[in-house]
C-alpha cells in the first residue's frame, strides 16, 4: 500500500513517466490478489466451521442413539465437504445400526404375537381340560405345541390327556360290562322266578345257579335255592300225608 502511494506521487509528478504507472497496475494486482485470497480465506473458514458443527451435532445425535437425525447431520457435512470420509463411514454405520434396530424391532413384535397366541391357547386348553371336554383340550394343546415346539406344559397336559381319555375308555367298557351283565342276570332271574312260581324246580334251580355264577356276591339267588329245597321238602311231606 505504501509503495502504491509512492508510485501515484511520482506519476503525479512527471505524469508522462511510464515506469510508475506500470508499478500502479502491478500494486493494484497484489492487492486485488490478496483481498481474493482473504475472502477465499474468509469462505473456507466459514466452511470448516460449518461442517465442524454439523459433524459435531451429528456426533452428539449419534452418541445419544438419535440415529435418523444423526444421518441427516452426517449428510449435511458431507455436502459441505464431499471428499471427507468420515461422515460417510458413519453414515454406513448408522444404516447397519438402523437395519439391526428394524430387525430387533420385528423379532421382538414377532415374539410379543407369538406369546399372545400361545397363552390364548394355552388358556383356552386349560379352560377345556378343566371341564372335562378332553377333546376340544388336545386340539388347544397341539396348537399351542405347534407354536411354541419346546415348551414342555402343552406336552405334560396331551399326556395326561391321553392318561385321562383311557381311563375313560376303560370306565365306559367296564360300564357297558356291568349292564351287560346286569342285564343277563335280570334275564336268568326272571326265567328263574317264572320257573319258581309254577313248582317248575328243574328250570328254576339251574337259573337261579346260574345267576350265582354270573352275582356270586348277591343274596336272592341263594335264598332262592334256599326256598327251593324247602319247598321240595314241603311238597314231599305233603305227598306223604296224603297217602
Do not use: W
Not at 509503495?3 to 506519476?11: D, E, G, I, P, R
Not at 367298557?173 to 351283565?181: C, H
Not at 324246580?201 to 339267588?221: C, R, S
Request: proline share 3%.
Amino acid at each position: 500500500t505504501n509503495a502504491m502511494a509512492k508510485y501515484q506521487a511520482a506519476s503525479a509528478v512527471k505524469e508522462e513517466e511510464a515506469y510508475p504507472k506500470g508499478k500502479m497496475k502491478e500494486c493494484q494486482a497484489f492487492i486485488d490478489d490478496l483481498a481474493k485470497q482473504a475472502e477465499a480465506d474468509k469462505k473456507a473458514k466459514e466452511l470448516e466451521e460449518k461442517y465442524k458443527a454439523a459433524l459435531a451435532a451429528a456426533d452428539v445425535a449419534f452418541k445419544a442413539d438419535k440415529l435418523e437425525d444423526a444421518r441427516t447431520k452426517y449428510t449435511d457435512a458431507v455436502g459441505i465437504k464431499p471428499d471427507e470420509k468420515y461422515p460417510k463411514d458413519q453414515i454406513v454405520l448408522i444404516g447397519q445400526k438402523l437395519d439391526e434396530k428394524a430387525k430387533k424391532d420385528a423379532d421382538e413384535k414377532a415374539k410379543k404375537e407369538l406369546d399372545a397366541k400361545y397363552n390364548a391357547a394355552i388358556l383356552a386348553a386349560d379352560g377345556a381340560f378343566k371341564s372335562s371336554k378332553y377333546e376340544q383340550a388336545r386340539t388347544k394343546y397341539t396348537e399351542a405345541l405347534e407354536l411354541k415346539a419346546e415348551e414342555k406344559y402343552p406336552k405334560d397336559q396331551l399326556a395326561a390327556i391321553e392318561k385321562k381319555l383311557e381311563e375313560l375308555a376303560k370306565e365306559e367298557e367296564e360300564a357297558r360290562k356291568a349292564k351287560e351283565l346286569d342285564a343277563q342276570y335280570a334275564a336268568v332271574i326272571a326265567a328263574a322266578d317264572a320257573a319258581f312260581k309254577q313248582d317248575n324246580f328243574d328250570v328254576a334251580k339251574p337259573k337261579y345257579n346260574e345267576a350265582i355264577v354270573l352275582k356270586p356276591k348277591e343274596k336272592y339267588p341263594h335264598d332262592q335255592l334256599a326256598a327251593i329245597d324247602k319247598r321240595i321238602a314241603e311238597l314231599a311231606k305233603k305227598a306223604e300225608d296224603d297217602k
